[in-house]
């Protein structure tokens, strides 16, 4: 019984994704529903957006950075790291918004199938967890003191080389909001 145990850890343990490539005429759209988020009403906004690839150069319709992240494109925050693999976990500092520095742990938890609209995909778990620090101040007060947290859950499919679900919730102080995506459609003019 322990044998069997191991046999099937082993191959779980060897799955992995590796870093996408991505072809001209590949598309991909999300529901994106915030709440209370900094800019946000405390009802729900609802909004679609298309991510699509044109000569070597990625457009988002609307206009939203975070959504070139769910490609794994904007690599700053390093919200994914290739290859992945549960069990892999990283950190990553980054500039935050004015005086803020971030500080984020991000780990691989597990592999589950997961449903949106576009279909049910095997999925890397991607669980991280963020830190907003203050920088600067008057004679440095306010250095150190921590300006918000943020908790997110997503998951990465190496079918649709994208994050097909995510889910982001903040605050601090009893304020906070939520970001949720979810992959709607992908595609292909090839």
């Given at each position: ?158 079918q649709t080389r994208s994050i097909v679900k ?25």
């Open positions: 019984m322990a044998s069997l145990f191991l046999a099937a850890f082993s191959v779980v343990a060897q799955e992995q994704a590796e870093a996408p490539t991505y072809k001209d005429g590949e598309t991909w759209q999300f529901k994106v529903v915030e709440k209370g988020m900094a800019v946000q009403t405390a009802a729900a906004v609802v909004r679609n957006f298309t991510v699509s690839l044109s000569a070597g150069r990625v457009t988002v319709s609307p206009r939203f950075l975070e959504v070139r992240r769910m490609l794994g494109i904007e690599d700053e925050r390093q919200y994914l790291q290739f290859p992945l693999f549960v069990g892999k976990s990283w950190w990553v500092i980054y500039p935050g918004d004015g005086p803020v520095q971030m500080r984020g742990t991000t780990s691989v938890t597990r592999l589950e199938d997961v449903t949106t609209a576009a279909g049910t995909f095997r999925a890397f778990v991607i669980e991280r967890r963020d830190k907003g620090f203050r920088r600067g101040g008057d004679a440095g007060r306010g250095d150190g003191r921590l300006a918000g947290r943020w908790s997110y859950t997503y998951y990465y499919s190496p995510y889910y982001l919730a903040t605050g601090i102080g009893g304020r906070g909001g939520s970001r949720e995506f979810e992959l709607i459609n992908s595609g292909s003019d090839r």
